[in-house]
Structure formats: structure tokens, C-alpha cells
């Protein structure tokens, strides 16, 4: 299945539903191209998958525990840095693009 702007949207909506207001947990990279923010709201926790593989790019909630390498990547640590304990407060989307934008 494509991951196209109508299905970006969809997926946006169940994020928005429920992650917009949490706080950044944790951040892990499991590989080259992927990331889990883990999100902590007041009734739940989540995991946001963002992963930019050139074959597969998708964006989704997972209840994943992939394996992280034993030391994080230089862009996780620069993510920690600026995103632990930030709140997650507007998810957009340009209309008719594959595009999103977390704003923190």
C-alpha cells in the first residue's frame, strides 16, 4: 500500500487523537533511518515511529520494542538534547503532500 497524502492524513488523525499535549519521554534509533519518540500523555503513552527509508518511508504508532545499538547515534543524542520533556502541541500536514510537521 502507497503512503500517500490521504493516508498521511489519516494516520495524522490518530496521532493528533493521541499524542497532541504529551511530553517527549524518551528517543531511541534503532537503525540509520529510523526513529521512536516515546510519548507520555496524561491516560497513555505512546510510541512514534518515524522512519525515512527510501523504499518504505512511514510514519505510525507502534507497540514495538525494536533493539537500539548500545551506543545512540549522534542525531538521537542532539534529539534528546533539544526534544526530552518537550510537549508535543501541533501536528499539520500541507494539503495534498506527504509532508507533516511536529511542532514541540
Known sequence: MAFDAFFLSA?????RGKCLGA???KIHQPSRDTLILHLRGRDS???LLFAAN???PRLHLTAAFPENP????????LLRKHLL???LAEITQIPMERAAYFAF
Open 11 to 15: 494516520v495524522l488523525a490518530e496521532v
Open 23 to 25: 511530553r517527549v519521554d
Open 45 to 47: 503513552r505512546e510510541k
Open 54 to 56: 527510501p523504499t518504505a
Open 70 to 77: 548500545a551506543e545512540p547515534p549522534m542525531f538521537c543524542m
Open 85 to 87: 520533556g518537550a510537549r
